[in-house]
């Protein structure tokens, strides 16, 4: 009997949903795991010794338990201080999210970009170096966010924005020198696909076209073209088998329940009704 691919995903929080969703998308015919480590939640503003040597006990606990076939970081902050690490320690494929710098670089007019990510991937040593190899002639505005992160995250539970703040991070943003001829943004961390919609508001009321990028496609993509694919002739019996989506936490407690729901509706949702 053929079975299913068995994709694990993670993330801190909610932001890897962005991913995981992409994901479902291109391979509906998966079995998905998607692990956020929600008791160390925000992943953004922890010292890097440290949260490496959860990063990799956590995925290493997940791995043991759920043998995938693949493992995707659906993390910024985690993909660029431990991705190699882990890649060297399980043996099976890793697929990370890193700031998509050289497709903005490569789309960029102006030759002004911005990159929102958590304050952890702004100051990595990789991210620099992503500039240093694919945007060198650009100028790259790098704006460190964890109100972001905590925005995005409480926009999954309860639908609530606190539009205030997040005008104030833009207008931040925005008051950078150069800012005005940003012509793409890169969502350099998971959790801001969340709030697509309110970015787009954002930079439109500014009068300003701006490409938003964010990987979640082409990490689904990836992820296709690591698996290895069914024969024409087994396709129709693995649309037979029912895929299964399970929601892992590391926090346990009364939320935890109608998270986990929370996070499946999402994940199950129609793309237009997030
Ligand atoms: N979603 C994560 C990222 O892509 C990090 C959020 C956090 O700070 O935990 O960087």
């Not at 503003?45 to 997940?62: F, N």
């Not at 670089?105 to 040593?125: D, F, H, N, Q």
Request: charged content about 25%; aromatic content about 6%.
């Amino acid at each position: 009997m053929q079975v299913l691919p068995h994709i694990l995903v993670f993330d801190s929080g909610a932001g890897g949903l962005s991913v995981a969703k992409e994901i479902l998308r291109k391979i509906p015919n998966c079995h998905m795991s998607y692990a956020a480590d929600d008791a160390f939640y925000p992943y953004g503003i922890k010292e890097d010794r440290v949260l490496t040597q959860r990063i990799i006990t956590q995925v290493g606990k997940l791995y043991e338990a759920l043998k995938p076939d693949i493992v995707v970081v659906a993390c910024n902050t985690a993909s660029t201080l431990a991705l190699e690490t882990l890649r060297g320690k399980f043996d099976c494929p890793f697929v990370g999210v890193v700031p998509a710098i050289k497709p903005a670089a490569l789309l960029s007019e102006s030759k002004v970009i911005a990159v929102l990510a958590t304050p952890a991937t702004v100051s990595r040593i990789y991210t620099h170096n992503l500039i240093k190899d694919y945007a060198p002639e650009h100028k790259v505005i790098l704006h460190g966010s964890n109100i972001l992160v905590e925005i995005a995250e409480r926009k999954l539970f309860s639908n609530d924005i606190d539009q205030r703040l997040l005008q104030k991070e833009f207008d931040t943003l925005f008051a950078e020198p150069n800012a005005e001829q940003i012509d793409t943004l890169v969502l350099a961390c998971t959790h801001f696909p969340l709030l697509k919609q309110e970015i787009m508001a954002i930079t439109t009321q500014r009068k300003r076209s701006i490409n938003l990028i964010d990987s979640g496609e082409a990490i689904a993509r990836r992820v296709w073209d690591l698996l290895d694919k069914p024969q024409a002739n087994e396709i129709q019996n693995l649309k037979k088998i029912t895929r299964e989506i399970k929601i892992i936490l590391t926090q346990t407690d009364d939320l935890s329940t109608a998270k986990k729901s929370r996070f499946l509706a999402y994940l199950t949702s129609k793309p237009n009704t997030d």
